[in-house]
Structure formats: structure tokens, C-alpha cells
Antibody
Framework: QVQLKQWGAGLLKPSETLSLTCAVY????????WSWIRQPPGKGLEWIGE???????NYNPFLKSRLIISVDTSKNQFSLSLRSVTAADTAVYFC????????????WGQGTLVIVSS | SSELTQDPALSVALGQTVRITCQGD??????ASWYQQKPGQAPVLVIS???KRPSGIPDRFSGSTSRNPASLTITGAQAEDEADYFC???????????FGGGTKVTVL
């Protein structure tokens, strides 16, 4: 069974950089695309961006200017970096696997609550 | 703002049927997938594009053959089906991911 486990800082001040990492266990890493998705408290899901094994990325255009998603194939991990955060970036952040390259997410990380507050 | 539109809330009597819809221009070209999310948990895929049900998902969950609106039907709703349900697909340009705003389903 594929498992995604994620970690990173949960409390940030405005203007700081959000950094999260997601590790993939018990499954192929190379054959899939890997996404970050977030959910503000009490609200819906928002796709942040994705990366594939070769490091090719695709970003949400609304976040693109602040966003870097990277991959470490030696560790089966991928990471999210979102700079210059504001209170609007407060959310639960999830990593997820795109099972078929058509944005169908079949395995998810446990979620990380990130709060941006001064 | 979401390019996919869902009803904010629906209720269903225990054992009855509820249909959750997802509407958007991109669905004319792309399939929708459906996720169930319970409080404090990550979403779970219940129906993928072209109405495929992942292993372990009860067969009371089914998707529609119609693309726009797409729909998720729960036939014989159980208490454990009370949750938020989200649809997703590509955006109109086909390049990015969009999610519906979610439908909160209450089982009475």
C-alpha cells in the first residue's frame, strides 16, 4: 500500500517561506506525478502545483510567482516552497499522487496545518 | 474562484439515495473525479474519471455517464457516508486542476 508522509513547519510569520516535504513509501515513485493541494480552514480544496520524476513542474498560475516544487529522486521525496506567505496562506496542506496523469488523486498525505500569524 | 460548481449542502434519509452534482465548462471535455472528506481527514478518492470505483469503495457509490453536469450518486446512504464531497477536473484550458467548492452531505 502506497503511503505519503509529509512534514514541515506549522507556524510562520508573514513574509516567511513555507517549506514542506512529502515522502513516498511502498510504491513506484518514477511513474507518477506528485501534487500539493491545500485547504483553508472550513473551505474547499485548492491545487497548488505538481512535479514529475524528471523534475518537470506545473504550477497554479495564481501561486506561480511565489512557488517552487522540487523532487529528490534518491529519497522518493518531493517538496514545496512558498515564499512571502500571508494570512491567506493559512491552510492544511496535502501532498497527493496523480494516479493516471489526468489529475485523479488516489493517495494523499495526512495533511499539515500551516498557520501564518504575526 | 472555482470553475466547478457544486450545491453547498444536501441531506438524505438513511437508506435513501442522494445525487451530488458538479457543473462547469471544462466538463464538456474532461471527466470529473470525486472525493469524500470527513472532518480532520485527508480526502479519499471514491470515483475516478469515467466512473471507475477504486478498490475498497462500496458499490453504493457510482458516477454518472453525463459529463456536464457530472454527478456522484450514493444509493442506500449509510451513516458513515456523512461527509464533504468534492469534484475535480481540469480547468477549461486543460492545463491545471480545479476543484468544486464541495457539498456537505448530511445523513438523517
Amino acid at each position: 500500500q502506497v503511503q505519503l508522509k509529509q512534514w514541515g513547519a506549522g507556524l510562520l510569520k508573514p513574509s516567511e517561506t513555507l517549506s514542506l516535504t512529502c515522502a513516498v513509501y511502498s510504491g513506484s515513485f518514477s511513474g507518477y506525478r506528485w501534487s500539493w493541494i491545500r485547504q483553508p480552514p472550513g473551505k474547499g480544496l485548492e491545487w497548488i502545483g505538481e512535479i514529475n520524476y524528471g523534475g518537470r513542474t506545473n504550477y497554479n498560475p495564481f501561486l506561480k510567482s511565489r512557488l517552487i516544487i522540487s523532487v529528490d529522486t534518491s529519497k522518493n521525496q518531493f517538496s514545496l516552497s512558498l515564499r512571502s506567505v500571508t494570512a491567506a496562506d493559512t491552510a492544511v496542506y496535502f501532498c497527493a499522487r496523480d494516479v493516471d496523469g489526468d489529475y485523479v488523486f488516489d493517495f494523499w498525505g495526512q495533511g499539515t496545518l500551516v498557520i501564518v500569524s504575526s | 474562484s472555482s470553475e466547478l460548481t457544486q450545491d453547498p449542502a444536501l441531506s438524505v434519509a438513511l437508506g435513501q439515495t442522494v445525487r451530488i452534482t458538479c457543473q462547469g465548462d471544462s466538463l464538456r471535455h474532461y471527466f470529473a473525479s470525486w472525493y469524500q472528506q470527513k472532518p480532520g481527514q485527508a480526502p479519499v478518492l471514491v470515483i475516478s474519471g469515467n466512473n471507475k470505483r477504486p478498490s475498497g469503495i462500496p458499490d453504493r457509490f457510482s458516477g454518472s455517464t453525463s459529463r456536464n453536469p457530472a454527478s456522484l450518486t450514493i444509493t442506500g446512504a449509510q451513516a458513515e457516508d456523512e461527509a464533504d464531497y468534492f469534484c475535480n477536473s481540469r480547468d477549461s484550458g486543460g492545463n491545471f486542476v480545479v476543484f468544486g467548492g464541495g457539498t456537505k452531505v448530511t445523513v438523517l
